[in-house]
């Protein structure tokens, strides 16, 4: 038998008892800013400061997260999933960050925005291969995907100042990353879905947990750690922002953990992909910068990809799982068996 569905809150506001564009909104809407919020930041303390300390910082973050989630009231006794599949999850998004920040050093800006800008496509493919998911989307979905994607290449690179510079170990380690970020997504999703009483502070929580320890090795390893709490100390303002920043990132993540819990991972990764354009076009109306006829080229194929995953079709309905289940008895042992089987692959 499986479990009622879980009553979603986000902050206090119901959202189970609200119709799908209001929980669209809202979700969208704490996403949005608290990632509009994190862009500022990371802009004055990367770009202005030229600190360059992200392994650090995230372990900072990690901090705030945990102090934030006891303030809502969470503890270990809401934990409903074994430790164990957290530790997969952390261990997939380290391994994503390590990579995305390795090939940094192998990839132009130019060529990481190509392949970063790609992320729901992967999200979309693995899902069929994800046990309690196995997602089948329709064939619209994947052209409005590939226009999004098209359109915010061509508006971030409308005014690069260099051609994409690819080297084979570079893509090779972006391509990693992709796949990891695609794996997690879709795991995030499978978990909400096989467990329906998980709640995005105990994914949250756990993930953040488990993920600390993970930090410790690349930090110690490469010097960071000394290098910048050295830096920091000698201004340590820059905690401050850091903390700001840290309570903004969290509303941004639990507005797209509430997106995957109650849309999906591919919708969620569509949601992502447009916040890079929609922050880039801002970006460009606040500070009166030129658009150029590849900017209203990029801007088209993303409207023309949004418009085409809204606008109501046949198949415009939640992707279908592909069952290759067995029929179920009249006792229905057997598919209980299955589900079993797929719960205990996927944790």
Not at 25 to 30: R, V, W
Not at 165 to 178: D, H, K, P, R, T
Request: aromatic share 12%.
């Amino acid at each position: 038998m499986k479990k009622e569905e879980q009553s979603r809150t986000l902050f206090g506001i119901s959202l189970s008892d609200r119709p799908t564009w209001q929980q669209f909104l809202i979700c969208t809407s704490g996403f949005f800013f608290g990632y509009l919020v994190n862009g500022v930041c990371e802009e004055y303390v990367y770009n202005r400061l030229q600190f360059s300390f992200g392994w650090y910082f995230t372990f900072i973050q990690g901090f705030v997260y945990l102090f934030l989630i006891y303030l809502q009231g969470f503890t270990t006794k809401h934990i409903v999933n074994p430790m164990r599949t957290y530790i997969k999850l952390s261990a997939v998004l380290m391994g994503s960050h390590g990579l995305t920040k390795g090939s940094l050093a192998y990839l132009n800006y130019p060529a990481q925005i190509m392949f970063k800008s790609t992320k729901v496509l992967p999200v979309m493919i693995m899902g069929a291969f994800i046990p309690g998911l196995r997602r089948k989307y329709p064939v619209h979905e994947y052209i409005s995907a590939f226009l999004l994607v098209l359109g915010l290449i061509l508006f971030t690179l409308a005014d690069a100042q260099m051609s994409p510079n690819f080297s084979m170990i570079g893509i090779l380690m972006i391509s990693g990353a992709l796949i990891m970020d695609a794996f997690l997504g879709n795991l995030q999703e499978a978990i909400f879905t096989m467990n329906p009483e998980t709640t995005q502070m105990e994914m949250l929580f756990c993930s953040t947990v488990v993920g600390l320890p993970f930090l410790f090795v690349p930090m110690v390893l490469t010097g960071e750690l000394f290098r910048a709490w050295t830096a920091c100390s000698q201004h340590p303002y820059v905690y401050g922002v850091l903390v700001f920043e840290a309570m903004a990132t969290f509303i941004g993540q639990v507005s797209v953990l509430s997106l995957i819990a109650l849309f999906g991972a591919a919708t969620t990764a569509l949601i992502t992909t447009a916040r890079k354009g929609v922050t880039l076009l801002l970006s460009y109306l606040i500070f009166t910068k030129p658009l150029t006829e590849q900017h209203g080229s990029g801007l088209l194929l993303i409207a023309m990809g949004i418009v085409l995953k809204m606008v109501p079709m046949d198949s415009n309905k939640p992707p279908s799982k592909v069952s290759a289940r067995p029929a179920v008895r009249n006792d229905g042992s057997e598919g209980d068996r299955v589900d079993e089987e797929e719960r205990k692959s996927l944790v």
